[in-house]
């Protein structure tokens, strides 16, 4: 019961946690008709995600079947009619003895507290089960609304590159007029712009393909959300990969082995015993017709473990539990390389957003200035300027590539911990 509402409190925390992480980016003033924050978003995948569903039901057999392991057998009632039918002093039923008989199977070394030992730890298993989907479905939520909240941002830079660029055509129009400037300059400045409506095109799509699995994440076949709502922006460093890997033994799909490994002792403990032979007693009530007289019979019956000691069925089970240990080791390595990868990709996303900060996205600003004034003044060719302005574009790009890996590389390192990571250099949220 204890372990069960400590799962119960974990899972809880795990919404109010996990989501706590861009309680900053998400204001509740955001969450109008229509949009879609991430708390909303983690809250009804938590409440309608398919996957939850189908691993509350595997409680729900495990509990059934750790039910009916503590069921007793059920007793067994027989009748006999003896010398009956025959001929001479036995024709009809006048020599006829009836017997009427309750039987019960007794379970003896403890087979019935074996199956019930094994399925409580079968039940604790499928709650931990149940507790890593829940993480799993909130990690993937949040990746995926990033996801969205990235294709939203890329649209609109190439919506803020499209302007700029027809920004210039009136621009160029007169110095063409003028004789400035050559008239395949204003087509070639409209090639620049179908360009960037193409590259925008290709990004529509990649939201459109993105909101649909936002969607079938929070257990909806189509996006019923105009948009999503909140702020992609650095937020601090990560801590050493040391800290980040000492909180690994919390995610429930390592726990969950210690219910495991209880389940396969039980298991094994319950092959060892099966060869131990259970007592039938019965107590029968024998009526004699001939004589009208009756009687009470006791009986009792126990099978003899000469031949099958049940040797392949404890080899069986050993194994198993050996097994147990091998998955565990398993998972863990996996665990870890998800990790490291998702660390990796966490640390590397910031260095690159500081150095994009730092120098990059400063001196595209000063040069997309620059070369926009002195096109104006004739100083700079129409070349210069859309290499410019794709420079500016590309900047912009990288910068949001960066931080969508920075940011669901962090769902993915919270979703693997079960708990939020602090970052140095954070403020406090």
Request: glycine content about 6%.
């Amino acid at each position: 019961m204890f372990a069960r509402h400590a799962i119960a409190c974990g899972l809880v925390a795990q919404l109010i946690f996990f989501p706590s992480m861009v309680v900053a980016q998400s204001a509740p003033a955001s969450e109008r008709s229509g949009a879609l924050t991430l708390i909303r978003a983690l809250q009804r995948a938590a409440a309608s995600n398919p996957r939850l569903s189908a691993a509350n039901r595997d409680i729900g057999i495990a509990a059934g079947r750790r039910l009916q392991s503590g069921a007793i057998p059920n007793p067994e009632v027989s009748f006999e009619l003896d010398n009956a039918v025959g001929s001479g002093s036995y024709r009809g039923l006048r020599s006829a003895e009836t017997t009427l008989q309750l039987s019960q199977l007794i379970e003896l070394g403890g087979k019935r507290d074996a199956r019930v030992a094994a399925g409580s730890a079968e039940v604790d298993a499928a709650y931990w089960q149940a507790a890593a989907a829940r993480l799993e479905v909130l990690s993937d939520t949040a990746v995926a609304f990033y996801s969205v909240l990235a294709a939203q941002r890329r649209l609109s830079i190439f919506d803020t590159q499209i302007a700029a660029l027809q920004r210039f055509t009136p621009l160029l129009q007169r110095r063409v007029e003028a004789g400035a400037s050559s008239p395949a300059e204003v087509a070639r400045a409209q090639v620049a712009v179908d360009l960037v409506r193409a590259d925008r095109e290709k990004a529509r799509t990649a939201l459109a393909i993105a909101r649909l699995e936002l969607a079938t994440l929070m257990g909806r076949s189509t996006p019923d959300f105009t948009q999503v709502v909140g702020a992609l922006a650095p937020r601090g460093r990560p801590p050493s990969f040391q800290t980040v890997q000492r909180s690994i033994d919390g995610n429930p799909q390592l726990v969950r082995f210690t219910a495991l490994r209880a389940q396969r002792d039980a298991e094994l403990l319950l092959a060892r015993l099966k060869p131990v032979p259970d007592l039938r007693a019965g107590v029968a009530w024998r009526h004699y017709r001939d004589t009208n007289d009756n009687a009470v019979r006791f009986g009792v019956s126990i099978p003899l473990p000469v031949w099958d000691q049940n040797l392949g069925g404890i080899a069986e089970a050993r194994e198993t539990r050996a097994k147990v240990d091998a998955e565990q080791a398993v998972a863990r390595a996996t665990l870890l390389l998800t990790l490291g990868r998702a660390y990796e990709t966490l640390s590397g996303a910031s260095r690159e957003m500081d150095l994009l900060r730092t120098s990059a996205l400063p001196n595209i600003r000063t040069a997309v200035e620059g070369m926009e004034s002195g096109y104006a003044q004739g100083r700079y060719t129409l070349l210069e300027l859309l290499d410019v302005q794709n420079s500016a574009t590309e900047t912009a790009v990288r910068e949001l590539e960066a931080l969508l890996n920075f940011y669901t590389s962090l769902a993915t390192i919270e979703g693997l911990t079960g708990a939020p990571l602090r970052l140095v250099g954070e403020r406090s949220r």
